[in-house]
């Protein structure tokens, strides 16, 4: 997979801020327990530890992620000395058996290569009976309009991009797929349900100039677009969010899929 994590900045400002919204309502979904070692997987620049650091305020936190600019970031933004950010790959944590109470994952599992072996991991360091809990985004009609939106107006101007629109290294990311993966590593009491939330952005630029970090799958696309088509891009998005309006406010919705399950006793 190329790396599109590597700036910081640039993906807190395309994604980071979306996940630090979303987590607390992962967190309630999954239901941790104070006083427990917690584990985040591929933590990213840090939105889900920060999170869990306020609902379990007597919890280490450990987060893990591959991407070594992402760690430094989130060890200066960290703000919790409950909180380690360490360098890690999700397909071989370096944790011993049942060295957490709970472990979890936001929007990183649409990106692993090999889905079981990283859940595989996540059971493996969980205690009996603690809990693991994995959430995506949803790519289904409606889940993620931040990406079909731009999706729709792309392929008008370059059919080549329905490739991009059905990106099929994208893994759990439509209904059932979680549940489906932690039955298949042997978790107890799964639930899985989706969870909707709306993006908000105050003018269009809050919207466009993430972009053009180049982070994500649509960020690198849209960086590698010539300056013309990049800007024909930038005005059929402009009119498809705003009309007729020169410039405001709008939302997009987004969806995503949580799962839990309890590790056998
Ligand atoms: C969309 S970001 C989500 C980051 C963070 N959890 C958040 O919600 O802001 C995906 C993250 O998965 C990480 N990632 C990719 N492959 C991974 C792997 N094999 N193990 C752990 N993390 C991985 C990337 O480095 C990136 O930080």
Redesign the pocket.
């Known amino acids: ?1 190329p ?1 599109h ?1 590597s700036s910081t900045e640039t ?1 807190d400002n395309y ?2 801020r979306w ?2 919204r ?2 607390p309502l992962f967190l309630d979904f999954a239901g941790v327990s104070d006083g427990e070692r917690a584990l ?9 530890s920060r999170a869990l650091a306020l609902a379990v305020p007597r919890s280490e936190i450990v987060g ?4 070594e600019p ?1 760690i430094a970031y989130a060890r200066a933004h960290g703000a919790d000395s409950r909180i380690k950010f360490e360098v ?4 071989e944590l370096s944790f011993s058996d049942a060295a957490f109470g709970q472990s979890l ?4 599992f ?4 090999d889905g079981e072996k ?1 859940a595989g991991e996540m059971r493996r360091v969980t205690r009996p009976a603690g809990t693991v809990a994995v959430c995506t985004w949803d790519s289904g009609d409606g889940g993620m309009e931040l990406v079909s939106t731009l999706c729709d107006e792309a392929v008008k101007l370059d059919p080549a991009v329905e490739e991009l629109r059905a990106d099929r290294s994208m893994k759990y990311n439509h209904r059932g797929q979680l549940t489906e993966l932690f039955e298949a590593i042997g978790l107890e009491n799964i639930e899985e349900t989706g969870i909707e939330f709306g993006m908000e952005f105050s003018s269009f630029d809050d919207y466009w100039l993430p972009y053009l970090g180049g982070v ?1 799958p649509v960020g690198a696309y849209i960086q590698d677009l010539s300056p013309e088509d990049r800007d024909a891009l930038r005005e059929a998005l402009r009119k498809r969010h705003l009309g007729k309006k020169e410039d405001g406010p709008f939302s997009l919705r987004k969806r995503a899929w949580s799962v839990k399950g309890t590790v056998p006793s």
């Open positions: 997979m790396n994590f993906y994604m980071g996940s630090a979303f987590a985040d997987v591929g933590c990213g620049t840090g939105a889900l893990v992620d591959p991407s992402f890690g790959n999700a397909l994952s936001l929007f990183v649409m990106l692993i290569p990283a994500g």
